[in-house]
């Protein structure tokens, strides 16, 4: 990828090409996270409601294996834009797919539903990584504006997810389900629109590969992505026949197995086999520790849209006056609270590095998860009053995605940066794709963890958040007491980079 230092200035004091990520980000996560909010309810909801009537087992499973095969679908999505066709096209082709699947979703057929889930799996490998990737290409290594480039990226993000929630959420009660998913498919076209028309604003940045591959290799890469494609088309036309039957929740734990056995090869190999000198090796050591806390993180994160879902739909009394607040825009508060609360965060760690108080990176995944856990508490007993036979109020879940917000903010851009610091510089741009794993094995295993979300059976639903928060906190314990080790770890990275300046 080409990397430009550059004195534009167009998109509040940023480069131009800014503005097109920006706004191409937003109306892409407007329709990824208006679909998505949906997801679990259209599922669940009856034939008469225009819903698939699956199980509270089924429908969290896929949506757990729809969530991680997003994830997942990103490392093959990165290679092809890095050796193949470049982040431009990628991002353009990713769209494209992505609106084909939020148009298919929106045709009232049953026989179609996976066809578009499949698509916008497929779209969003392409564009999401390669995306957020370009940012950085704006910029050179030694540009100021970088972080702060990202933090208005990342607004565009939060952006559009609430104009997701607002829209296709509102759209789903009021007007049917395949409203809502076409609204998402209006939302990305927005999004493909507006990064044509202001492509030009990129320049050069990411228009081609940035390794050449010989005619061959090129061959090969090709061939398999067909191959790839090939098989999938296959199996899904023999499941939508009805000739191949698969069980979504044994699927899912499979899949969850065989993402935490890929993971495990992947992070060896490097370990093992990548000629680490010492201080690396417990760098690796540190990183695996905060693998562990995201993977555990987001399998309690991510019941936002499935058991989460659910309870604001049928448990969550959402009458205010003579308006119904729609399920889907629960989920709009970790997005408000986001950004009320990016900012202190942010000057948080400043300040307490500052003062030498800047705890560890394991601490602070250690930190995050136990704070998301106690989300769970609060959804304890919401649930043994829902139990009871009432209908609660909606500030139990707001309190609950304020929790898990707080969690996020601690652990989710300092495990980014915990990948960028301690992984060796040769394997950087691997080790961030290992790391996107630990999203995909969270993913899977919320949906497996939403499957015990069993509506027949209130009284065993509080237990469900208890063993969930139990457990978080089980775990964040341990890597926080581990920490104490790994801390010291984390600081010979800092050491290294103090020996190569001085060699410079």
Same mark, same amino acid.
């Given at each position: 990828?080409?990397?430009?230092?550059?004195?534009?200035?167009?998109?509040?004091?940023?480069?131009?090409? @800014?503005?097109?990520?920006?706004?191409?980000?937003?109306?892409?996560?407007?329709?990824?996270?208006?679909?998505?909010?949906?997801?679990?309810?259209?599922?669940?909801?009856?034939?008469?409601?225009?819903?698939?009537?699956?199980?509270?087992?089924?429908?969290?499973?896929? =949506?757990?294996?729809?969530?991680?095969?997003?994830?997942?679908?990103?490392?093959?999505?990165?290679?092809?834009?890095?050796?193949?066709?470049?982040?431009?096209?990628?991002?353009?082709?990713?769209?494209?797919?992505?609106?084909?699947?939020?148009?298919?979703?929106?045709?009232?057929?049953?026989?179609?539903?996976?066809?578009? @889930?499949?698509?916008?799996?497929?779209?969003?490998?392409?564009?999401?990584?390669?995306?957020?990737?370009?940012?950085?290409?704006?910029?050179?290594?030694?540009?100021?504006?970088?972080?702060?480039?990202?933090?208005?990226?990342?607004?565009?993000?939060?952006?559009?997810?609430?104009?997701?929630?607002?829209?296709?959420?509102?759209?789903?009660?009021?007007?049917?389900?395949?409203?809502?998913?076409?609204?998402?498919?209006?939302?990305?076209?927005?999004?493909?629109?507006?990064?044509?028309?202001?492509?030009?604003?990129?320049?050069?940045?990411?228009?081609?590969?940035?390794?050449?591959?010989?005619?061959?290799?090129?061959?090969?890469?090709?061939?398999?992505?067909?191959?790839?494609?090939?098989?999938?088309?296959?199996?899904?036309?023999?499941?939508?026949?009805?000739?191949?039957?698969?069980?979504?929740? &044994?699927?899912?734990?499979?899949?969850?197995?065989?993402?935490?056995?890929?993971?495990?090869?992947?992070?060896?190999?490097?370990?093992?086999?990548?000629?680490?000198?010492?201080? &690396?090796?417990?760098?690796?050591?540190?990183?695996?520790?905060?693998?562990?806390?995201?993977?555990?993180?987001?399998?309690?994160? &991510?019941?936002?849209? #499935?058991?989460?879902?659910?309870?604001?739909?049928?448990?969550?009394?959402?009458?205010?006056?003579?308006?119904?607040?729609?399920?889907?825009?629960?989920?709009?508060?970790?997005?408000?609270?986001?950004?009320?609360?990016?900012?202190?965060?942010?000057?948080?760690?400043?300040?307490?590095?500052?003062?030498?108080?800047?705890?560890?990176?394991?601490?602070?995944?250690?930190?995050?998860?136990?704070?998301?856990?106690?989300?769970?508490?609060?959804?304890?007993?919401?649930?043994?009053?829902?139990?009871?036979?009432?209908?609660?109020?909606?500030?139990?879940?707001?309190?609950? =995605?304020?929790?898990?917000?707080?969690?996020?903010?601690?652990?989710?851009?300092?495990?980014? #940066?915990?990948?960028?610091?301690?992984?060796?510089?040769?394997?950087?741009?691997?080790?961030?794709?290992?790391?996107?794993?630990?999203?995909?094995?969270?993913?899977?295993?919320?949906?497996? @963890?939403?499957?015990?979300?069993?509506? &027949?059976?209130?009284?065993?639903?509080?237990?469900?958040?208890?063993?969930?928060?139990?457990?978080?906190?089980?775990?964040?314990?341990?890597?926080?007491? @581990?920490?104490?080790?790994?801390?010291?770890?984390?600081?010979?990275?800092?050491?290294?980079?103090?020996?190569?300046?001085?060699?410079?």
């Amino acid at each position: 990828m080409t990397t430009k230092s550059s004195n534009d200035t167009r998109f509040f004091g940023h480069p131009g090409g @800014l503005q097109t990520l920006f706004f191409t980000e937003m109306w892409e996560r407007m329709s990824y996270y208006g679909m998505r909010a949906l997801l679990v309810l259209f599922m669940t909801a009856t034939l008469q409601e225009e819903g698939l009537a699956f199980t509270v087992a089924s429908a969290t499973a896929i =949506y757990g294996l729809y969530t991680g095969a997003v994830y997942f679908m990103g490392l093959p999505g990165g290679w092809i834009a890095d050796r193949l066709i470049g982040s431009q096209r990628a991002i353009w082709y990713g769209g494209l797919i992505i609106m084909s699947g939020h148009i298919v979703l929106a045709i009232p057929s049953h026989n179609t539903f996976f066809i578009g @889930l499949i698509l916008v799996v497929l779209g969003t490998g392409l564009l999401k990584p390669n995306i957020s990737a370009l940012v950085g290409g704006l910029y050179s290594d030694h540009d100021t504006r970088r972080d702060s480039g990202y933090t208005i990226y990342y607004m565009g993000i939060n952006l559009g997810s609430l104009i997701g929630y607002g829209v296709c959420g509102w759209l789903a009660p009021n007007m049917g389900y395949h409203w809502a998913f076409g609204a998402a498919a209006v939302g990305m076209a927005i999004g493909l629109i507006q990064y044509k028309l202001t492509l030009n604003r990129l320049s050069d940045i990411g228009d081609g590969p940035t390794a050449e591959l010989t005619p061959s290799i090129r061959k090969r890469g090709w061939t398999g992505i067909v191959l790839f494609l090939l098989v999938l088309i296959g199996v899904t036309a023999a499941t939508t026949m009805g000739v191949l039957v698969i069980n979504p929740v &044994e699927l899912a734990k499979y899949v969850a197995i065989a993402f935490t056995i890929i993971f495990l090869l992947y992070f060896g190999g490097i370990f093992f086999l990548g000629n680490l000198n010492d201080a &690396e090796k417990k760098q690796m050591g540190a990183l695996f520790l905060i693998c562990i806390a995201s993977a555990c993180f987001w399998a309690g994160f &991510e019941q936002a849209g #499935s058991s989460l879902n659910l309870f604001g739909r049928d448990y969550t009394d959402r009458i205010v006056g003579a308006f119904s607040i729609p399920p889907a825009w629960f989920q709009s508060a970790n997005s408000i609270f986001i950004i009320i609360l990016s900012p202190f965060f942010a000057a948080l760690w400043v300040n307490l590095g500052k003062r030498m108080l800047d705890p560890s990176y394991g601490a602070k995944c250690a930190i995050g998860l136990v704070i998301m856990a106690t989300g769970f508490i609060v959804m304890f007993f919401a649930a043994q009053l829902a139990a009871s036979g009432m209908k609660v109020a909606p500030y139990w879940l707001v309190m609950t =995605y304020f929790l898990h917000t707080v969690g996020e903010l601690c652990l989710s851009p300092v495990a980014l #940066s915990a990948v960028s610091k301690l992984s060796p510089r040769r394997f950087a741009g691997q080790m961030m794709g290992v790391f996107v794993l630990t999203y995909s094995i969270g993913n899977v295993i919320a949906g497996l @963890l939403a499957g015990n979300f069993n509506p &027949e059976r209130l009284d065993t639903m509080p237990d469900l958040f208890m063993q969930i928060s139990l457990f978080s906190i089980a775990i964040g314990i341990v890597v926080l007491l @581990l920490s104490l080790k790994t801390r010291k770890w984390e600081k010979l990275a800092d050491r290294g980079k103090d020996k190569a300046a001085q060699h410079a």
